[in-house]
Nanobody
Framework: QVQLVESGGGLVQAGGSLRLSCAAS????????MGWFRQAPGKEREFVCV?????????YADFVKGRFTISRDNAKNTASYLQMNSLKPEDTAVYYC?????????????????WGQGTQVTVSS
């Protein structure tokens, strides 16, 4: 059974940093594209960033460019990391890890087959 579990969320002041992790089990995720999405209260879930299976290609939503960095370590059980710097109150959301068993740079959640349960990130002003 495929399982993704996010961790690392919490409460941080504006300008601070957090590092989210996505632990994977049930498959060899080395050949999966890994994405991060987020959902703020009262809003639809939105794309944040994606990293292809080799780690050679990354894509970001404009609102996180230069502040967030996605990475992966295919040698470990952690499918993906999301380093978030210079956090803003508008970054407050539940952050979800997602996996697609194919090469893709899709920003559409429909293209991802597996999802974690989410981790809450709250940025205070």
């Amino acid at each position: 059974q495929v399982q993704l579990v996010e961790s690392g969320g919490g409460l941080v002041q504006a300008g601070g940093s957090l590092r989210l992790s996505c632990a994977a089990s049930g498959r060899t995720f080395s050949y999966y594209t890994m994405g991060w999405f987020r959902q703020a209260p009262g809003k639809e879930r939105e794309f944040v960033c994606v990293i292809t299976w080799s780690g050679g290609n990354t894509y970001y939503a404009d609102f996180v460019k230069g502040r967030f960095t996605i990475s992966r370590d295919n040698a470990k059980n952690t499918a993906s990391y999301l380093q978030m710097n210079s956090l803003k109150p508008e970054d407050t959301a539940v952050y979800y890890c997602a996996a697609a068993p194919r090469y893709t740079n899709s920003r559409s959640e429909q293209d991802y087959d597996y999802w974690g349960q989410g981790t809450q990130v709250t940025v205070s002003s």
